[in-house]
């Protein structure tokens, strides 16, 4: 059971670059989500979605796009990244049912941007 | 909004002494608590988790969790900690229908 999936787990990209970071659950989970985790200032939520064809936004949504097109994959795009962008990045993913569920992480992905 | 404050930045602890880590949140309503521990270099991994019952939570690795509701407060407690218990601990609350809110983090360094 592979549980989140995410890719690549380290990345180095320049100013104004664009890029995706995938993530991908097997769990059949209706809710997943983004952070960025920065030191001293814990997660922080990008955007998240409840299911295929909806997507929200978290507290910190500027500068990321995202779409959930199947309730397995919910990729995260930086449209041009800014060194503000580097982080470390954990996609998360919960069951809806009963409203109590645990979010399991992925194993994160590494940004920097230059 | 919810919030989540953690009362310690960094706790350095030798080998054997107890812990309690401090959290506290800001919800008038109904909340589920976690704790969340991430080893160096590795992923968030569930802890324990209170959703109803029992204030008192035991989770993994001899880690213990006490719900007082009077008080917003969900700290996590070892009666004795062990250097693999070096690692950073988050904190976090959701409400039924919310998103999970994280506290900043305590990174525990346990010496051996």
């Known amino acids: 059971n592979a549980g989140v999936t995410q890719t690549p787990k380290f990345q180095v990209l320049k100013t104004g670059q664009s890029m995706t970071l995938q993530c991908a659950q097997d769990?059949?989970?209706?809710?997943m989500s983004w952070y960025r985790q920065d030191p001293g200032m814990g997660l922080r939520l990008i955007h998240y979605?409840?299911?295929?064809?909806?997507?929200d936004q978290g507290e910190v949504p500027n500068g990321y796009n995202v779409s959930r097109s199947t309730t397995e994959d919910f990729p995260l795009r930086l449209l041009s990244a800014a060194p503000s962008q580097t982080s470390v990045y954990f996609c998360?993913?919960?069951?809806?049912?009963?409203?109590?569920?645990?979010?399991?992480f992925g194993e994160g992905s590494r940004l920097t941007v230059l | 909004a919810q919030s989540v404050s953690q009362h310690n930045h960094h706790v350095i602890l030798s080998e054997a002494a107890s812990l309690e880590l401090g959290c506290n949140y800001s919800?008038?309503?109904?909340?589920?608590l976690f704790w969340y521990v991430q080893y160096p270099g590795q992923h968030l991994q569930l802890l324990l988790k209170?959703?109803?019952?029992?204030?008192l939570v035991k989770g993994i690795k001899g880690f213990e969790a006490e719900f007082i509701k009077s008080k917003f407060s969900f700290n996590l407690r070892k009666p004795s900690v062990q250097w693999s218990d070096t690692a950073e601990y988050f904190c976090?609350?959701?409400?039924?229908?919310?998103?999970?809110?994280f506290g900043p983090g305590t990174r525990l360094s346990v010496l051996p």
């Open positions: 998360a993913s919960s069951s809806l049912a009963g409203g109590t569920g645990e979010l399991f």
């Open positions: 769990m059949n989970h209706e809710y």
């Open positions: 979605s409840v299911g295929a064809g909806i997507t």
């Open positions: 919800y008038g309503g109904t909340v589920n």
């Open positions: 209170y959703f109803s019952g029992d204030p």
């Open positions: 976090a609350v959701n409400a039924w229908g919310q998103n999970f809110v």
